[in-house]
């Protein structure tokens, strides 16, 4: 085995990098396999042993601007939200790829910093980085650095039907894990340079625990599914066009932080429709709520956990909020963006 | 489920397709759930079932410029480049997750005949491409589309040792299915609006049923490994490192097509580092040398195999090549790169 360390490593990324020769292995071998574990010798494919049963798979890609933010990093990002997705799907999250698409003149020392990151967050969810990719492309013809991960895990035995929401019924309740908005608002904030004066964090974070919580609380779960682009209020549309049921929730319990709420306010944003990183929207019967909530609140990521409305069965597939007026408004699907690369 | 045909869609890529909204369901469910055969309801994680076993697990990221070449797109190249990788660690492939960045203003015209060429080489390859994402960057931002696939499938039994090269002993054969170096020269000659006398061809193909041959020839593969990025010289030195022991090859028995070879000689590139897409080398043991060779030829990506050299056993970790005029000389990893986002 070679052993050259960082210090004689580039300082930048060349094309060189992407050749597959000798600076892709060093690469490969200093920045990222060191941190993720990952053994030699490096080979097209890993290897990984099920015992069988129901695999979830899933796969993003993460071309969030800026890549630094308050909260995380791309890195972050990318560990997290592949493990949520599998999490929701009522998936123990076992492994991921990571493939790398990098500007030339990216400085080794961020890739450093998303490599730490990504390897903290994997060893927090339980997860291994055991397969991965890196390209490099000429300078301006990618946006610094974009990663692509895609994650393999164990459906829980009795889960396979959470993702699909096949045992949502009329009458279950809705519960969030916290409020929503803080991930779009603090990416906003960063790029466009704005100072709150509360910081607003990005709510990036793995749920896998929370999750694990939720799930051997002894409670059925109907479905679950986390926040991501769209918000709040495109995941219930999504999940009301999945069952055919209508769905109705109250405004005044869905939790939004102030200085969230200051800040949509003041520049026309509504906060249902925000990005979130790090919440999930849980379906269960309204007899298991309170231990729901309890195994929710029992983690720091589900301290501020609401039960925001509930399953209509009205056939019209139509998301209605009750609004802090006491008036009711529809939630439609929105077709714009009030953000790009949130994510 | 809607049902919006492609007349009714944007000419163009927007951000908006990437909004996680609308948007963003119409593009995945007009153009590539579509084709790919994926049904509603579209969720977080892809499940599939296994009966247990080891299951090979790899991705890549496709950035190749430009992205319709002769004998390909970038869209074939996704599907047959995962599928290789699978297939050369002796595993059935299986699934796919398929993740796509997008620059702003694409033609959706394009992402039309790229998922078009996607579907058939699954089909081809018998692979189901069951979980994707979409991200939509700004005009500038990247280079008209990136694609990232992941690969999963079953090892073949008695064959997990094939992709780490744990079986491979001195005097063993190296056999290539045939001629080296299309792939790169193709790219180039589309790059560099080149005419050529005979047009070159990519050699982009799924490798799939020719390996599935191989591996029921009833001889025992040592190793295998598609000779891409770095070309057949670099896989010859990572086996050479992973075995630790030397390589020799004869360059006479390497084959080179006409076209590429006199390209190569005017343009000063060695064939032996081009990258290739339909490519393999197997390592067998001598005396399964006719049966492998058979196997090969009995198919249409395989008819111009040949045996083109052996471990040698010597633990001096060289890789050797007689050259064409009589003498030898070292084939070192090389540490540029011939030509950038080759693939």
């Known amino acids: 085995m070679h052993s050259i360390n960082t210090e004689e490593m580039a300082e930048y990324i060349t094309l060189n990098h992407g ?188 749920l896998v625990q929370l999750i694990s919580k939720v799930l051997v609380s002894g409670v059925e779960v109907h479905f679950m599914r986390d926040l991501t682009r769209g918000g709040l209020a495109t995941v219930l549309n999504e999940l009301s066009e999945m069952t055919g049921m209508g769905i109705e929730v109250d405004e005044n319990k869905i939790p939004v932080d102030e200085p969230v709420r200051g800040l949509c306010e003041m520049m026309g944003f509504d906060p249902l429709y925000l990005a979130n990183e790090g919440k999930v929207l849980i379906v269960v019967p309204e007899n298991g709520c309170s231990k729901i909530m309890a195994a929710l609140r029992s983690d720091p990521l589900g301290e501020k956990a609401e039960i925001i409305g509930e399953i209509t069965g009205k056939k019209n597939k139509m998301v209605v909020a009750k609004t802090v007026t006491g008036g009711t408004r529809v939630l439609d699907m929105h077709s714009g963006t009030q953000l790009p690369r949130i994510c």
Chains 1, 2 share one sequence.
């Open 19 to 206: 050749s597959g020769g000798r600076l892709t292995g060093e690469l490969v071998r200093e920045i990222f396999a060191s941190r993720f574990g990952m053994n030699e010798p490096f080979t097209d494919s890993a290897i990984f042993n099920v015992a069988g049963g129901d695999i979830a798979f899933t796969t993003d890609s993460y071309v969030i601007d800026p890549i630094f933010f308050p909260g995380g990093d791309i890195g972050k990002l990318a560990v997290c939200g592949t493990v949520n997705d599998l999490a929701v799907a009522g998936a123990v999250p076992l492994y991921l790829s990571s493939s790398f698409i990098i500007e030339e003149g990216f400085p080794v020392e961020d890739l450093i910093k998303i490599s730490e990151s990504m390897a903290k967050e994997a060893e927090k969810a339980g997860v291994r980085i055991i397969a991965g990719d890196t390209k490099v492309v000429e300078k301006g013809k990618c946006d610094r650095i974009f990663i692509t991960t895609t994650g393999a895990g164990i459906i829980r035995e009795g889960c396979s039907h959470i993702g699909s929401a096949a045992g949502v019924k009329p009458g279950d309740r809705l519960i969030i894990n916290g409020p929503v908005g803080n991930h779009s608002i603090a990416i906003m904030g960063a790029r466009k340079q704005l100072s709150f004066t509360t910081q607003v964090l990005s709510d990036c974070a793995s």
